[in-house]
Nanobody, 117 residues
Framework: VQLVESGGGLVQPGGSLRLSCEAS????????MSWYRQAPGKERELVAT????????NYAESVKGRFTLSRDIVTKTVYLQMNSLKSEDTGVYSC???????????WGQGTQVIVSS
C-alpha cells in the first residue's frame, strides 16, 4: 500500500499550487480520501475530504472557496487545487485513505507547502 504526495513547494501569497496523492495497493473506490495539514507548532487539521462515492466533498471553513478536491478513479489519484494561498496555509500536507467501514487507514509521507513572499 502506498500513498505518494507531490506538488508542494514555495509560493507567494495569492498564488496557486496543485497537490497530488497517488494511491496504490488497495481498492481506491472503497476509500474516503482526505488531505490534512500540519503547520509548525500546531496540531494536524483536516483540510478536505472526498467520500468513496466521489460525489460529496467537505472542506474546512478556512479553505472553502479557495481549495478544490477532486479524484481520478482511473489513475487512483486525488488532487487538491489550492488557489489564493495565504501564509496561514503553510504546512506539511498529508494524504489519508480511510476505508468506508473504518477498518483500514493509510497515510502518505506528506509534502511541504510554504506560502511566503
Amino acid at each position: 500500500v502506498q500513498l505518494v504526495e507531490s506538488g508542494g513547494g514555495l509560493v507567494q501569497p495569492g498564488g496557486s499550487l496543485r497537490l497530488s496523492c497517488e494511491a496504490s495497493g488497495f481498492t481506491f473506490s472503497n476509500y474516503h480520501m482526505s488531505w490534512y495539514r500540519q503547520a509548525p507548532g500546531k496540531e494536524r487539521e483536516l483540510v478536505a475530504t472526498i467520500y468513496s462515492t466521489g460525489h460529496i466533498t467537505n472542506y474546512a471553513e478556512s479553505v472553502k472557496g479557495r481549495f478544490t478536491l477532486s479524484r481520478d478513479i482511473v489513475t487512483k489519484t486525488v488532487y487538491l487545487q489550492m488557489n489564493s494561498l495565504k501564509s496561514e496555509d503553510t504546512g506539511v500536507y498529508s494524504c489519508r485513505a480511510l476505508h468506508l467501514d473504518g477498518r483500514a487507514e493509510y497515510w502518505g509521507q506528506g509534502t511541504q507547502v510554504i506560502v511566503s513572499s
